[in-house]
């Protein structure tokens, strides 16, 4: 079964590729042109986000696309890059017929069935004014992937760390009871169950270390 990855490049998209390596997929890692990134383990397509050709080839008979394309930098250019970038995949997704996809979200990125929680919404609080334009792109590209036709699934997460998967809290949040943390490697797992589990399709789950 394939599976093609966008923002795999980094240290969240290791945690992926090693989790679908380990499941038995045929991984496609989309990489910017110019990224030194490879692995010998995975199909790697090189391509800019305008590029709906090499978009299109790398998607090309993927059963589920999985994004963890987000915010690197405190400096987040202007222009929404991380929206234009997931518009550009799902316009190359109906291209080629594929309405799978899972995306990495966060809090910032608030539910309409969200309650009331402060853990979440004082950092998002910070970040609005303190990151504006990341906060504009992480609203926008939850807009984004809402009105798209797609079986989409966000996946709301705040802190990441590096440590062993565990239990998680799973659900919306001020509806479940959430930590601040979570591993990359429970991230990865929780993206791959996705594909075989409709439970959250068209949801946006907030995920957590219990």
Do not use: C
């Not at 989790?19 to 790697?44: C, M, N, P, Q, W």
């Not at 009105?147 to 590096?162: E, G, K």
């Not at 998967?165 to 479940?176: D, E, Q």
């Amino acid at each position: 079964m394939k599976v093609t990855l966008f923002g795999a490049t980094g240290r969240t998209g290791a945690f992926l590729i090693a989790e679908g390596l380990k499941r038995g997929y045929d991984i496609t890692v989309f990489a910017r042109a110019r990224s030194a990134f490879d692995h010998a383990g995975v199909r790697v397509v090189r391509g800019d986000f305008d590029d709906i050709g090499r978009l299109r080839e790398a998607v090309s008979g993927s059963e589920a696309i999985l994004s963890a394309l987000g915010p690197v930098r405190l400096v987040h250019p202007q222009g929404l890059p991380i929206t234009r970038a997931t518009e550009s995949i799902m316009a190359a997704m109906g291209q080629e017929g594929i309405t799978r996809l899972i995306v990495v979200s966060t809090g910032t990125a608030v539910d309409p069935g969200d309650g009331r929680d402060p853990k979440i919404w004082l950092p998002a609080l910070l970040i609005r004014y303190a990151m504006p334009s990341v906060y504009r792109d992480i609203v926008a590209l939850a807009q984004a992937v809402r009105q798209s036709p797609l079986d989409w699934t966000m996946v709301r997460v705040a802190f990441l760390n590096d440590r062993p998967p565990g239990r998680l809290n799973v659900g919306l949040y001020g509806r479940v009871r959430h930590s601040l943390r979570l591993s990359r490697a429970d991230l990865a797992r929780f993206m791959f169950d996705q594909m075989a589990d409709p439970a959250h399709v068209r949801q946006a789950p907030g995920i957590s270390a219990a």
